[in-house]
């Protein structure tokens, strides 16, 4: 069983930064694609960068350029560097471990920009 634990939201200003945290139980992080999505009210849950086994990574083009997806496999931690942050960014993050049969999820992190 895996657990994911996000961290790192909160309220920040356009234009500001914030750097997500999702710490992973388990011995399974490392070999799987990991990703961050998001969901704003009233909307569907999207994938906004994921990062693979190997450090490929993928990016929505709404954030391109702006968020960075990384992970630390001797942490079982994976992370999103969010830039130049706006407030249609703001949105509930979830972060998510692709396995063979199922994926995990997070309980997810608020994140508020105000403008």
Do not use: H
């Amino acid at each position: 069983q895996v657990q994911l634990v996000e961290s790192g939201g909160g309220l920040v200003q356009a234009g500001g930064s914030l750097r997500l945290s999702c710490a992973a139980s388990g011995s399974i992080f490392s070999m799987n694609t990991a990703a961050w999505y998001r969901q704003a009210p009233g909307k569907q849950r999207d994938l906004v960068a994921r990062i693979s086994s190997g450090r490929t990574t993928n990016y929505a083009d709404a954030v391109k350029g702006r968020f960075t997806i990384s992970r630390d496999n001797a942490k079982n931690t994976v992370y999103l560097q969010m830039n130049s942050l706006q407030p249609e960014d703001t949105a509930v993050y979830y972060c998510s471990l692709w396995t063979i049969g199922r994926n995990y999820w997070g309980r997810g992190t608020q994140v508020t920009v105000s403008s």
